[in-house]
């Protein structure tokens, strides 16, 4: 404890502590474009149970029914994975995030439609999906994902 020029304690500070808002991949209606996970410390903690939380949030903002699904896909350039995380609602596939390592968290940021479709056309589907890419809100950008990586560097999903 830190000392005053007396010699006597200083007194901790009182008041109210930030906290962060809760993870969620929407916005009201719309699918944010990047979100931090704090709570999973690394790609290595990333499951479906840690994101549990972050799905029912997504569904509540959402009003509906929501599932997360984690696809790793497999890499030409030794690099491990990637690891996308997609986002179904409404009977589609509304949106698709990068999750990648960022601070001792883990950052999601939102991939191009143009990526995801050419995601789609070179390996048909995602694993255990059926459901059409129809995005809340369109979302365009650059031809790579979000980590930089060329999506021609994907051999697949493990």
């Known amino acids: 404890m830190a000392h005053?020029?007396?010699?006597?304690?200083?007194?901790?500070?009182?008041?109210?502590?930030?906290?962060?808002?809760?993870?969620?991949?929407?916005?009201?209606?719309?699918?944010?474009?990047?979100?931090?996970?704090?709570?999973?410390?690394?790609?290595?903690?990333l499951t479906p149970a840690a994101l549990a939380p972050v799905r029912q949030l997504t569904a509540k903002n959402l009003g509906c029914p929501v599932e997360l699904h984690l696809i790793k896909c497999a890499r030409i350039d030794n690099v491990p994975f990637t690891a996308l995380v997609l986002v179904e609602a409404r009977g589609a596939l509304v949106g698709v995030y990068e999750a990648v390592d960022y601070c001792r968290a883990v950052r999601c940021n939102r991939v191009c439609d143009a990526v995801v479709r050419d995601l789609l056309a070179a390996f048909g589907s995602f694993p255990r999906i059926s459901a059409k890419l129809e995005p809340l809100n369109p979302f365009s950008g650059s031809s790579i994902l979000p980590s930089g990586t060329s999506p021609d560097l994907i051999l697949g999903f493990c």
Not at 15 to 37: C, D, H, K, Y
Request: no cysteine.
């Open 4 to 45: 005053s020029k007396l010699g006597a304690p200083k007194p901790k500070p009182v008041g109210r502590q930030v906290s962060e808002p809760p993870p969620t991949f929407a916005n009201g209606s719309r699918l944010a474009s990047v979100l931090m996970l704090s709570s999973i410390r690394g790609l290595d903690e």
